[in-house]
């Protein structure tokens, strides 16, 4: 049977805008650090008749009928995040990422209590207390940034920020942070002042699964993360945890609830209402492929590509913010050029190069034009490209931003050049 059949029947509409996606993205270098592409398993998994059903509740304490085989598999996809990440507990409800973030800020603090995190323009998340976010209205930000000369961290400064303001969680975890993460120097920094310590390895996590990053898990009081990104799962988020509050007199001295007891209670019934059991379902199933040696391979190669692109536009004269990678991402930093990095982003895009204007540590633009891009390579790998195919990215992306006064003339070319590239790779959840 045709894919969409019924679809193409009675919505054509919809069906020919599904179309016309699937062939952009199976004809364009998809480079945004945040997406990736999903197997046919795990479409199919999020398109069952899963969809039909409510769970409000937890597995064996639902509130409704009906639930027995629901049971089973939301059980399952719990063991399989901690079999895969090696946590003591993991909350699977999660209807994204912020609402993950939100949970933990629910089950953690309180109301105006202090918290650490990456502002937005140095790299970190929203939910991380950045002012226009719920996280920066309902509780108070106390900053803190790479070195804006190395890029990387300053543990010392970060140390120094902590005692002083005694934050009642530290998070670490960003957006756009192109450096390992050592989360035992940021333990040792919460365990002085007794705060929570709280990693989001949205971005990361398949680098952790492939032993390519530092693991926070044994480090971290709670992993926030994402399942859509590296991930390769539906849009979704989950939450993995220890049992026990390490805390002898934990921070809610009236609730005889655990760790993670409080990590569900957050989620359900103080967030969300009934799970989405057709994602879970898919979530379940990219837990299942990510435990796989191929997986682990993507993963290591996923930092290779990186490492090789962010070199081979250095060797071209390009600047990257903190001077290259280790990570998937990497971050063209156009300070000194007079095109914005809204503008390269619209003409890499216009070129079938599709990233995201994104800001720079230091910018002087405002965010809504930015003086960066983001880029990342982990679709790119999804679809079987390596350090050799790294070079004609570049070699592209050069080609662009050298000729953004002229891109219209340009872009044609390079789109029709790009198209021609990606009809040897295989895309998942398009080709067979």
Request: net charge neutral; hydrophobic share 35%.
């Amino acid at each position: 049977m045709e894919r969409y059949s019924h679809l193409k029947q009675t919505d054509p509409e919809i069906y020919e805008l599904i179309r016309k996606q699937t062939n952009y993205e199976s004809s364009t270098l998809k480079m945004i650090a945040s997406e990736s592409y999903a197997s046919f398993s795990v479409l199919e998994a999020c398109g069952s008749i899963l969809t039909n059903k409510y769970a409000e509740g937890y597995s064996g304490a639902r509130y409704y009928e009906g639930n027995e085989f629901v049971d089973q598999l939301e059980t399952l996809a719990i063991n399989r995040a901690k079999r895969l990440f090696g946590a003591e507990h993991a909350n699977v409800q999660p209807y994204s990422g912020s609402p993950a973030n939100h949970a933990v800020y629910r089950a953690l603090l309180k109301t105006g209590d202090k918290l650490m995190g990456m502002p937005v323009p140095s790299g970190g998340h929203l939910t991380h207390g950045w002012k226009v976010n719920f996280s920066g209205m309902d509780y108070v930000q106390i900053p803190y940034s790479p070195n804006p000369e190395t890029g990387k961290f300053d543990m010392d400064q970060i140390r120094q920020t902590a005692k002083k303001e005694r934050p009642k969680m530290i998070w670490v975890g960003a957006t756009a942070y192109p450096h390992k993460i050592e989360y035992k120097d940021f333990a040792e920094i919460a365990g002085e002042i007794d705060a929570y310590l709280v990693a989001d390895i949205a971005h990361i996590n398949a680098l952790i699964v492939a032993g390519v990053h530092p693991d926070p898990v044994p480090y971290c009081d709670v992993v926030s993360s994402t399942s859509h990104k590296m991930l390769r799962g539906p849009r979704a988020g989950f939450l993995l945890s220890k049992k026990e509050d390490r805390f002898q007199t934990n921070y809610f001295s009236d609730s005889k609830l655990n760790l993670a007891q409080r990590i569900d209670r957050a989620v359900f019934p103080g967030l969300q209402g009934g799970p989405h059991l057709h994602i879970i379902a898919g979530m379940a199933t990219a837990f299942q492929e990510a435990m796989t040696p191929e997986f682990k391979n993507y993963g290591v190669q996923v930092a290779k590509n990186a490492k090789k692109l962010a070199d081979s536009l250095l060797a071209k004269g390009y600047t990257l913010a903190g001077g290259g990678t280790d990570t998937h991402l990497l971050i063209l930093d156009f300070r000194k050029e007079e095109f914005t990095g809204k503008e390269a982003a619209k003409a890499l895009a216009q070129s079938g190069i599709i990233a995201n204007f994104n800001m720079v540590p230091g910018d002087p633009r405002s965010p809504f034009v930015t003086s960066g891009v983001r880029l990342g390579t982990q679709s790119l790998t999804t679809i079987g490209m390596k350090e050799t195919d790294m070079e004609k990215v570049a070699g592209w992306i050069d080609r662009v931003c050298r000729n953004i006064v002229r891109i219209n003339d340009e872009a044609p070319k390079i789109r029709l050049e790009i198209a021609e590239f990606c009809s040897q790779f295989q895309f998942p959840g398009i080709t067979e």
